[in-house]
């Protein structure tokens, strides 16, 4: 998905801003990050007053709260659950999931060999021997978190991609074309 020059700016910014972590006594020059980000005065000021009302929003109103997306009834909403009461800490893994219709058949030959012919067996990627394992390496790049690792150098399809690859099944049979999946909290679009 193209993002726009200004929504790759501010990411820049932010970027940038996350070196504070490791460096909290320097000076942080904004006449060096508009140069660099091309920015006119105006627009790195009003870049900076979306990260200062971020900074509030964050530091005050979201203060014992994680904000996620949740996709319900094919529509996305953010909610807040409280830190305490998650386990585990937000992932870098997107929650939405774009995917081509020729990776979509992939994925659905992978989990149906995985499910129905190898039954339960890893894939090994290293060897590369068959198109099959060439198309699973090929998957897993692009889309690393349809796969894991379990200790014995092999990868085999995580549980949302035994998951969508059932529900595609489901969809091929039935002939539906299909351009959007929920699975759990994750929404897949299909191009």
């Known amino acids: 998905m193209a993002q726009s020059v200004i929504i790759k700016q501010l990411h820049q910014v932010i970027s940038a801003l996350e070196k504070f972590q490791t460096r909290k006594n320097t000076l942080f020059n904004l006449d060096k990050l508009a140069v660099y980000l091309k920015l006119s005065e105006e627009e ?3 870049i900076l007053d979306i990260v200062f009302s971020f900074q509030h929003l964050f530091s005050t109103v979201f203060e014992d709260f994680y904000l996620y997306k949740k996709w ?3 529509k996305t909403y ?4 409280l830190k305490s009461e ?3 800490l937000i992932t870098d893994e997107p929650k939405e ?4 219709q020729a990776q979509v058949k992939v994925l659905n030959d992978i989990v149906y060999y995985f499910q129905h012919i190898q039954i339960g067996k890893g894939f090994d990627i290293k060897k590369n ?3 099959l ?3 699973v390496g090929e998957l897993k790049r692009s889309h690393p978190y349809f796969f894991e690792y379990r200790g014995n150098g092999l990868i085999y399809p995580s549980k949302l991609a ?5 529900l595609i099944s489901f969809y091929n049979k039935s002939k539906k074309l299909i351009t959007k999946l929920e699975v759990e909290d994750y929404l897949i679009q299909i191009t």
């Open 72 to 74: 319900k009834n094919n």
């Open 129 to 131: 021997n068959t198109e």
């Open 97 to 100: 999931i774009e995917i081509n």
């Open 78 to 81: 953010l909610v807040l659950k």
């Open 133 to 135: 394992s060439r198309k």
């Open 44 to 46: 790195l000021n009003e």
């Open 162 to 166: 035994v998951e969508l690859g059932r």
């Open 86 to 88: 998650v386990k585990s």
